[in-house]
């Protein structure tokens, strides 16, 4: 029996990755907040918190998708995000756990200025040092929407008027929430599993009002673009975080998508990953 633990396993990503592991004969243990409202077998997993040893017993691979995006400060998003990863997979290596996948960003990379990229970007390098594998997808697209490209989706089928980011920003590489799930799936199940980075992601480029132009396009509807300089966006994002309002996206998202290092050269990237293609169905 193949048996893979999967951190984060109720979210748009994990459900994904789950389903797709089921489907080629991997049994899955979910390691979520309420183990009690998922449907099958789970274990109660909260990042910075110990994790139950039984939680990982008899298991193969572990697939980390968790994170926490709660932390305000960079010590405090560090201390729930980095040092709850190492708890994990000091757990996982504890109990025999034979393969560490870590499910990282495009957004982590040298030079990087965001807390959420240079934490990923820290978690890469204790997974690898561990021998584990490390994945970064490009933006995710496709099922249910979710995620950044869903809430770009979703503004720009709602608004007639559709701002969009503009500035010194990197290209968008795109990569379908199924070929995803099916790149973990084959790897997963490699006899010849070491430690690498792989880049999984379609390699061609959009800029932000490109992608939101072809959304539109797709939704058979025309819409007026209005570029905003990032920095005034996140300067607005800053403020209003400031005085304790949860927003659906963070200043430090923004700064995710700002120019600040270089990403690796896209021949690198791996191969199997379709065009970005939302007509084909709209996000599906």
Not at 66 to 73: I, N, V
Not at 86 to 106: P, Y
């Amino acid at each position: 029996m193949k048996n893979c633990a999967l951190t984060g396993a109720n979210g748009y990503l994990g459900s994904a990755i789950a389903d797709s592991l089921r489907s080629s004969g991997w049994t899955t243990t979910a390691l979520v907040r309420a183990p009690e409202k998922y449907d099958g077998a789970a274990h109660r997993f909260v990042l910075g918190e110990a994790i139950d040893p039984k939680a990982l017993s008899d298991i193969d691979v572990l697939i980390h998708c968790a994170w926490d995006f709660s932390p305000g400060g960079r010590d405090d998003y560090f201390q729930v995000n980095v040092d709850g990863t190492r708890m994990l997979f000091d757990a996982a290596q504890e109990t025999g756990v034979e393969k560490i996948i870590f499910i990282s960003s495009m957004s982590a990379h040298p030079g990087c200025r965001s807390n959420y990229g240079q934490a990923k970007l820290t978690i890469e390098e204790v997974t690898l040092n561990l021998g584990g594998a490390v994945i970064r997808p490009g933006l995710v697209w496709g099922g249910s929407g979710s995620g950044l490209h869903g809430a770009i989706e979703t503004a720009t089928r709602r608004l007639s008027v559709v701002p969009v980011l503009a500035g010194d920003l990197h290209s968008l590489y795109m990569c379908h929430v199924e070929d995803l799930a099916n790149f973990l799936q084959d790897l997963v199940g490699q006899q010849d599993f070491a430690a690498a980075l792989y880049v999984a992601a379609e390699k061609s480029p959009w800029s932000m009002r490109d992608l939101a132009a072809r959304i539109a396009v797709a939704s058979g509807r025309k819409r007026l673009f209005l570029p905003i300089h990032w920095r005034l966006i996140w300067g607005a994002l800053r403020s209003l975080e400031a005085i304790g309002l949860k927003l659906p996206f963070r200043s430090d998202s923004v700064l995710g998508l700002t120019k600040g290092g270089v990403l690796p050269d896209v021949e690198t990237y791996c191969d199997g990953f379709r065009p970005y293609d939302p007509s084909n169905p709209l996000s599906k």
